[in-house]
Each structure stands twice: as structure tokens, then as C-alpha cells.
């Protein structure tokens, strides 16, 4: 294949992903070019760009839910501050949601589009994802008649205790995680302790003559 040809290939790979990001067309239209050029090479780079993004995926997953389970307590207590000034349910999570900017506020926004053909009782009791446990507490409250404020109390102080649980868990972890940046740090330092008396001698022994001279 000729070097035009494989140009033109990466050429027009360039120009179909025009929604892409920069980087991301670059790297595709280099990857064309790889591929046509040496099969083997541009199926190498083609495993190695999916494998790249699949963990850069799984990577932005974990973060928005780690997000969302931080923002858990205060939609609990946003909730409570609007039913304590009598709101309705439904007011008070509109209310708590304009305090969270993580995924809840999707799941808020899903249970209220449902809500509008299953009831909000029902909506939130078949709610799912981060905030599906307080969504179905309310919901359960709210069908039966329960003192919703209790229950969000109760749910609040156990948020409370597992965001420290988690606090104290990556505390213990952080030594560990220390241990090489450390000792790369120290590494050349003990090196220079340990080898320079040995090796400051000779270096002065060849240099002696010529700063003589």
C-alpha cells in the first residue's frame, strides 16, 4: 500500500470524528495508518488504545459513584431541613437536590419522571443506584404512614458512620501506598552515604593530575 494511500486513510478517519476531541481523532487516525502500514503493530496499538479507554471508563464509574456516595448524607439532611419547615416529600427533594451536584441528581430527576405514572410512592420504591436505599425508606414511609423525619435521622447517622468507616479504611491504606515514593526518595541519598567515601578517593586519585596541570 502506498504511503498516499495510508495518508488519505488517516486523512479521512481525521475528518469523520469531528465530535471528538482533538487527541482522540489523532490517535485514530494514527491508528489507521498503523494498521494499514504493519497489521500486526496497528493491532497491537488497536488492544492497547480499548484496554486504555475501558479503564479510563471503569476509572470515571468509580469516581462519580464514590461522588455520589459522599453527597449521600446531605441529601438526607437537605431532606430533613424540608420536612422539619413542612414541605411535602416530593418538595423536600426537589429542595435537597439543588444541593448535590453528582449523579443523585439524575436519580432524583428519574424517580420524579417515573413518579408521574407509578406515584411518587412507587417510583421511589423501585428505585435503584447510590440513592436507592433513601429513596425506597421515603418511599416506604410515605405508603405507610410513618414518621418520615425518624427515618431519615436513623439513615443520616448510619451514612455517618460508614463515611468514617471509609475515611478510616483509606488512612490505613495511605502508609502503605507511601512506602515506594519513599523509599525512591531516599534511595539515592543512602547511596551517596554508602558508595561516595568509597569512590570520592579514586575519582580524586584520576582527577589529581589534570587539575594540577
Given amino acids: 500500500m502506498t504511503r498516499f494511500t495510508v495518508l488519505a486513510v488517516a486523512a479521512v478517519v481525521y475528518g469523520v470524528l469531528p465530535a471528538h476531541p482533538t487527541g482522540v481523532r489523532l490517535v485514530s487516525a494514527a491508528g489507521a495508518a498503523i494498521g494499514l502500514s504493519n497489521p500486526v503493530a496497528g493491532a ?52 435537597a437536590r439543588e444541593t448535590i451536584g453528582s449523579g443523585l441528581r439524575d436519580e432524583i430527576d428519574q424517580v420524579m ?16 443506584g447510590v440513592g436507592g436505599r433513601l429513596f425506597r425508606q421515603v418511599g416506604a414511609a410515605q405508603l405507610s404512614g410513618a414518621p418520615l423525619g425518624l427515618a431519615l435521622t436513623a439513615l443520616a447517622t448510619e451514612q455517618r458512620a460508614a463515611t468514617r468507616a471509609r475515611a478510616v479504611e483509606r488512612a490505613r491504606r495511605l502508609p502503605v501506598k507511601m512506602v515506594l515514593p519513599i523509599t525512591l526518595l531516599m534511595l539515592p541519598g543512602l547511596l551517596i552515604l554508602m558508595v561516595g567515601p568509597l569512590v570520592l578517593p579514586a575519582v580524586a586519585r584520576l582527577l589529581g593530575p589534570m587539575v594540577s596541570l
Fill in 113 to 128: 419522571r417515573r413518579s408521574v405514572q407509578e406515584g411518587l410512592a412507587g417510583s421511589l420504591l423501585n428505585s435503584r
Fill in 44 to 95: 497491537g496499538a488497536a488492544v492497547f488504545w480499548f484496554s486504555f479507554k475501558r479503564h479510563r471508563a471503569l476509572r470515571q464509574t468509580r469516581l462519580a459513584r464514590q461522588s455520589a456516595e459522599g453527597e449521600l448524607e446531605l441529601l438526607t439532611h437537605s431532606m430533613l431541613i424540608g420536612l422539619s419547615g413542612g414541605l411535602s416529600p416530593a418538595a423536600a427533594l426537589l429542595l
